[in-house]
C-alpha cells in the first residue's frame, strides 16, 4: 500500500525504481526543471527502499537524488541573486529617469528594503530650522508615532551614526548601550515592533571646519526579529545612502540655482555680466544632470570599468584609469602613479577629489570599505561642477566594483566546492574533477601552486573572507584566476604556477596581505608546483606540514616553504628535496671549488669531522695549519659569518654527509 501523502508521479517513479533507477534519475531532471520542492527528492529513496530495490540501484538513486539537491539549491542561490541584482538596476532606472527629489528618495528607501530584505526602511534627514531630525521618507512602516518621530541631535541609533560619520547596526535595539535611549523615541520602535537596525550616514564630499565628512541625513534598514547584518549588505545600504546623498545635493544645488536666478532678476534683468554667470552656473547644472544620466546609463547596461572610464574621460577631457585597492590598474592607464597611496587615503580622510601631479586623484569607497581609486591625468584644474562630476562618477564606480566583487565571489564558492572535492578524495574519481575544472574555467592539468593558510579558531571566518578579497581582481597574463576554499581547519588557495612566483616569495606574500585584510596573524605555508588531482592532494599535505612546522618553530605568521626550512624541509617535503636542500646549503663553496679547482667542501668536511680542531684537521688534510686557516676563511666570506653558529653548523653538516652519500 502506497503512502496517501505521497506524490503520484514519485509514487510511479519509486515503483520503476525496483529495477533500474534510469527512469528515476531521468524524472529528476523533471524535477528539477518544474520547479518542485526540495522535499520531493528524498521521497523517491524511500519509496524505492520500501518496493524492495536493490542496494545498487539505491546507491545510484541516492547519489543522483543528493547532486540534483546540490543543483537545486544552487538555482535558488541564483535565483536569489538575480533578484537583488534587478532590485539595483531598478533603483537606478529610478534615479535616472525621475527629477523630483520626493520620488527618489522613496525609490531608495523602497529599494533599500527590497535588497536587504527587512521589514521596514526609512530615511531621516536635519531640520537646521527646528534644530532636530525628522522622518523624511519610511516604507514598510504600521506605526503613526514611529512615521511622524522628531529627534533630538545626537539621539538614538541615528545620533551616533550622524556624529562618528560611519555605519552602526545593531542585534537589539533596546539593549543596545552604545547610544542615547530617550522615551519618545524607545516609544516609537517599541509601537512599529523593532529589533535589529542599520543605519549609514548621508555623506557629502565637503569637509566641515571641525574635521570629517558631512552627513546630511541617515538611511536605515530595520527588522521586527534580531538579526546580524553581514558586511555585503552594509556596503549595499551605503551605496544606496550615496545616491539619496547625490540627488539631495543634487536638489539642493537645483534650489540654489532658481534662487539666485529669481534674485538676480528682480534685482537687475540687464546686467549682462550676471545673466552670463546665470546661464554659465545653469550650463553646468544641466550639464551635470546630463552627465549622472549617462553614468547611470553605463550602470543599467552592464558596462565594464573600461567603458567607464572611457566615458568619463570624454566628459572631462582628460585620460581616465581606475585602480583597485592595492594600487594595481583594473582598467585605462597601465602602470601605478608614484606615490598614489598617500593620494588615495589623502582624497579619503577629506571625502573629495584631491589634486596628484599633474592630475586628480578620487578614493573610491562602499561605506568605511575602501575598493580602489579614480585618477585623472590631463586638465591642470577642475572646476567644482567638473569636480563634483569626478567625484559622482566615484559612486558609480564603487557601484560597478561592488557587482564585479560579488559575481566574483559566487564564482569563487563555485569553485572553491571543486577544490573542496579535490582535496578531500583525489583519487576517487580523477577524471571527473578535471572534466569540473574545465567546466568552471580551472585547469587542473596545468601546474598550480597551492598554499595553506591558517590563522587563530576564532578568525577563521575573517581569514576566508580576506582570502576571497586577496583573490579578487587578481587575474595573470593567461587570464586564469585563482581559487580559495576552507578545507578542514585552514583556507586553501590555488594560485597559477606561473605566474604565483616561487613558492617561499608567494607565501610570504600571502601572509602579509591576509594578516592586513583579515586584521590577525596568518601563517601560510606552501606545496611544491603540481598538477593533477592527485599532485596537488600531496602538495597540499606538504604546505599543511609546513604550516605546522612553522608554529613548531614560533614562527607563527609567516610564510615559508619547506625548501626555506632548511634541513627541516628535508623531512617535511614529499619525496625528501635532498638535492635541493644540498644545493642551497652548500651551493656557493660547490660552485667555487668548481671554478677554481680548490677543496673549500672537503676541507670543511675534515673541520666538522675533527671536532673543530685546526691541528686535527691539518693532518687530515696533509697541510699547514695556516691552509686551513685561509681556506676557513674563504668559507666564511662565500656563507656569511654566522656558519659557525650551532643551528647553521647543523645545516652544513647534514648538507656535507648528504652531498658525500650522493
Known amino acids: 500500500m502506497d503512502d496517501p501523502g505521497t506524490p503520484p508521479a514519485v509514487d510511479a517513479l519509486a515503483g520503476a525504481a525496483v529495477d533500474t533507477a534510469a527512469p528515476a534519475l531521468r524524472r529528476l531532471l523533471d524535477l528539477l526543471a518544474t520547479g518542485a520542492a526540495a522535499e520531493d527528492f528524498p521521497e523517491l529513496l524511500a519509496q524505492a527502499r520500501r518496493q524492495g530495490a536493490c542496494p545498487a540501484v539505491l546507491a545510484e538513486l541516492e547519489e543522483g537524488i543528493r547532486q540534483a539537491l546540490q543543483v537545486h539549491r544552487r538555482l535558488r542561490q541564483h535565483r536569489r541573486r538575480e533578484a537583488e541584482l534587478t532590485a539595483l538596476f531598478d533603483t537606478a532606472t529610478d534615479l535616472a529617469g525621475s527629477h523630483e527629489l520626493d520620488t527618489v528618495l522613496q525609490a531608495i528607501v523602497r529599494r533599500a528594503r527590497l535588497l536587504l530584505g527587512t521589514d521596514t526602511a526609512y530615511l531621516t534627514l536635519p531640520d537646521p530650522v527646528a534644530g532636530d531630525t525628522y522622518m523624511r521618507v519610511t516604507d514598510g512602516s504600521v506605526s503613526p508615532l514611529f512615521q511622524h518621530l522628531r529627534l533630538s541631535l545626537g539621539d538614538g541609533l541615528g545620533g551616533l551614526v550622524a556624529q562618528r560619520a560611519r555605519p552602526y547596526a545593531t542585534g537589539d535595539y533596546r539593549t543596545d548601550e552604545r547610544f542615547r535611549h530617550t522615551g519618545r523615541i524607545d516609544a516609537g520602535v517599541r509601537e512599529e515592533g523593532l529589533v535589529a537596525i542599520l543605519g549609514v550616514p548621508l555623506l557629502l564630499g565637503a569637509v566641515r571646519p571641525e574635521g570629517g565628512h558631512r552627513v546630511i541625513g541617515v538611511l536605515f534598514a530595520a527588522d521586527r526579529a534580531p538579526r546580524v547584518f553581514a558586511p555585503e549588505q552594509v556596503a549595499l545600504l551605503c551605496s544606496l545612502a550615496a545616491h539619496a546623498a547625490v540627488a539631495l545635493d543634487t536638489a539642493n544645488a537645483l534650489a540654489d540655482t532658481r534662487a539666485a536666478l529669481a534674485e538676480l532678476n528682480t534685482a537687475n534683468a540687464e546686467l549682462n555680466t550676471a545673466n552670463t554667470v546665470i546661464q554659465a552656473h545653469a550650463a553646468a547644472v544641466q550639464r551635470a544632470e546630463q552627465a549622472h544620466d549617462r553614468l547611470t546609463d553605463l550602470v543599467l547596461r552592464g558596462a565594464d570599468l573600461a567603458e567607464l572610464a572611457a566615458e568619463v574621460a570624454a566628459l572631462l577631457g582628460g585620460e581616465v584609469a581606475v585602480y583597485g585597492a592595492e594600487g594595481h590598474p583594473l582598467s585605462g592607464l597601465q602602470g601605478t602613479p608614484r606615490r598614489l597611496t598617500e593620494a588615495v587615503e589623502r582624497s579619503r580622510a577629506e571625502g573629495r ?55 566574483a565571489e559566487a564564482e569563487n564558492r563555485v569553485r572553491g566546492e571543486l577544490l573542496t572535492d579535490l582535496l578531500s578524495a583525489p583519487e576517487r574519481d580523477q577524471a571527473g574533477l578535471l572534466a569540473r575544472g574545465r567546466r568552471l574555467g580551472v585547469d587542473l592539468t596545468r601546474r598550480h601552486l597551492l598554499l595553506v593558510a591558517e590563522a587563530e579558531p576564532d578568525g577563521r571566518a575573517r581569514l576566508a573572507g580576506a582570502a576571497a578579497q586577496y583573490l579578487f581582481g587578481r587575474r595573470g597574463r593567461s587570464g586564469a584566476r585563482g581559487v580559495s576554499a576552507e578545507h578542514g581547519e585552514a583556507v586553501v588557495l590555488l594560485l597559477p604556477a606561473d605566474e604565483a612566483g616561487a613558492p617561499e616569495q608567494a607565501a610570504e606574500a600571502a601572509a602579509e596581505r591576509l594578516a592586513h585584510l583579515a586584521g590577525q596573524p596568518v601563517t601560510v605555508g606552501a606545496g611544491q608546483p603540481a598538477a593533477g588531482p592527485l599532485a596537488l592532494a600531496a602538495a597540499y599535505a606538504e604546505g599543511l606540514r609546513c604550516v605546522r612546522a612553522l608554529r613548531v618553530l614560533g614562527r607563527a605568521g609567516q610564510g615559508a616553504s619547506v625548501e626555506s626550512l632548511g634541513f627541516l624541509g628535508v623531512l617535511l617535503g614529499d619525496g625528501h628535496q635532498v638535492t635541493g636542500f644540498v ?8 660552485a667555487y671549488d668548481a671554478r677554481r679547482g680548490t677543496e673549500l667542501v672537503h676541507t ?59
Open 583 to 590: 644545493t642551497r646549503t652548500l651551493g656557493p663553496l660547490l
Open 604 to 662: 670543511l668536511r675534515a673541520y666538522f669531522a675533527c671536532g673543530g680542531s685546526l691541528t686535527r684537521a691539518k693532518d687530515e688534510l696533509h697541510v699547514h695549519v695556516n691552509t686551513v686557516v685561509q681556506r676557513l676563511e674563504r668559507v666564511g666570506r662565500l656563507l656569511g659569518s654566522d656558519w659557525q653558529e650551532p643551528e647553521r653548523a647543523l645545516e652544513l653538516q647534514l648538507a656535507l654527509r648528504l652531498q658525500l652519500l650522493a
Open 353 to 407: 577629489a584631491v589634486r596628484h601631479g599633474d592630475g586628480w586623484v578620487h578614493a573610491v569607497l562602499a561605506g568605511q570599505e575602501l575598493l580602489g581609486s579614480l585618477v585623472l591625468r590631463g586638465p591642470s584644474g577642475l572646476d567644482d561642477a567638473d569636480r563634483r562630476l569626478f567625484e559622482r562618477a566615484g559612486v558609480v564606480t564603487a557601484l560597478l566594483l561592488l557587482l564585479r566583487r560579488s559575481v
